[in-house]
């Protein structure tokens, strides 16, 4: 259809125009090839630029045209075929177990691998589940040492001897739409049980260690104990002391299973003076025990913050210097007679004792979560389903410290405070 509308409208204009004249069409007529000119040594060749004519056409006739290749692009094309159909290849899934054997709640390391045989870029889904098994990494970051293949890293630890995985499924996806997927049996480790073990914590490490305890009033029939942790191929969240306390957890999870940091707290009662906890070292091959005094501050409304003694010591430094200003400019007042140093201390001292009031009265909005520790992943052990009255004690950041009416102590976002 497309030539028979070419040749058609190229006839006409053969028929109807005529072709346009060239001063040099009697030269290009009568010009001998080149190769002859090369032969003849007395005629001169002539001058490219003389002889092409600028405005010459060539007329393509009516049987050229019926020569011409037809185009191989359809007539009808589908505006919504945007992208090419691609045909899913074999997709290689590969794993590999980092350890032979492990105990329980022990970290262990799959290694997975997944070959497309596609120089294209997917996007990978991970199904891993199983019973008894703890997916400490169920969502693991992709790398892509080489296009079209594709390498993770699953961290596990089994709660108990007999643990089974489910099959690994990965589905693989280009551009929101689905590619294939590919599953595996995956053999875990041989799991060796813990015998013994006075209060054993659930924690299997090449080491742990107890940066620091602190004790608080909780109310008036319980104490707050939180515990700083750090631990080296492990898994710390697992912490958990086998005794009737009130609420316990792990907040603050910091670093990767190789070196981690952490705080634990524990809701005990008043009559509570030691925790006692145990831990299996796999340097050692036995059992590590902590004995912990429990050693309320003097102050039963001190401050339940981050572990890291940072925070608090810049408080006292800053304090220091504050109460030094202070003295300094009563000892000018004193022996220069200066007023300005008067008014001075006399200002700084009314900051010290706003930032040091011991609590002043305030009301927390209904719905409001008080939570164990000043950070927004802290176990929430309240909600207050109406407004109520409490007493603001300090302030960290965005998070203050308050007394409740029911005599419980804890942090609300200030926002919720008015």
């Known amino acids: 259809m497309l030539r028979l509308v070419i040749a058609t409208f190229l006839a006409l204009g053969v028929t109807f125009g005529a072709p346009e004249a060239s001063m040099f069409e009697g030269l290009a007529q009568t010009q001998k090839p080149v190769s002859n000119l090369n032969n003849n040594s007395n005629l001169k060749p002539q001058n490219p630029k003389r002889v092409a004519a600028p405005n010459a056409q060539k ?36 794993a590999t177990v980092g350890a032979r054997s492990a105990f329980v709640y022990q970290v262990f390391s799959v290694k997975l691998r997944v070959d497309t045989n ?29 296009i079209g293949v594709y390498e993770a890293t699953v961290w596990l630890a089994c709660e108990n001897k007999d643990a089974s995985l489910a099959p690994l499924v990965v589905s693989l996806s280009r551009n929101g739409e689905f590619y294939g997927r590919q599953s595996i049996d995956l053999r875990l480790p041989r799991i060796k049980a813990l015998e013994g073990g006075r209060n054993f914590a659930h924690v299997v490490a090449d080491e742990l260690t107890v940066k620091k305890t602190r004790a608080s009033k909780f109310d008036e029939t319980s104490n707050l104990i939180t515990i700083e942790l750090e631990g080296k191929n492990t898994n710390l969240a697992s912490f958990y002391i086998p005794q009737n306390f009130e609420k316990q957890g792990v907040e603050a999870l910091k670093g990767t299973f ?35 005094p429990v050693e309320v501050e003097d102050d039963d409304l001190s401050t339940q913050i981050d572990l890291n003694p940072k925070e608090s010591e810049f408080k006292q430094y800053k304090d220091i210097a504050l109460y030094s200003a202070i003295v300094l400019f009563l000892i000018l007042f004193i022996f220069a007679r200066s007023w300005y ?32 520790l000043p950070t927004k992943n802290s176990t929430i052990f309240y909600r207050a389903e109406a407004g109520e009255n409490a007493k603001v004690i300090t302030v960290r950041g965005e998070f203050s410290k308050v007394l409740l009416e029911n005599g419980k102590i804890g942090w609300v976002k200030n926002e919720n405070i008015k």
Not at 65 to 93: H, S
Not at 130 to 135: L, M, P
């Open 59 to 94: 007329q393509i006739s009516i049987e050229e045209m019926r020569r011409v290749a037809p185009t191989d692009e359809p007539d009808d094309i589908d505006p919504n075929q945007v992208y090419q159909k691609i045909e899913t290849k074999r997709i290689d899934f590969d």
């Open 118 to 146: 596609q120089e294209l870029a997917f996007d990978l889904d991970l199904n891993i589940s199983g019973d008894g098994v703890n997916i400490l990494t169920p969502h693991p970051e992709w790398h892509e040492p080489r």
């Open 258 to 292: 190789a070196s981690q940091s952490a705080n634990a707290f524990v809701i005990a009662r008043k009559d509570v003076k030691f925790i006692d906890f145990s831990y299996y070292n796999l340097k050692t091959s036995k059992f590590e025990n902590f004995r912990l």
């Open 341 to 372: 140093s008067l008014v001075i201390a006399v200002l700084i001292g009314a900051y010290c004792l706003y930032d040091n009031k011991p609590f002043s009265d305030a009301t927390i909005a209904a719905q409001t979560e008080v939570r164990i």
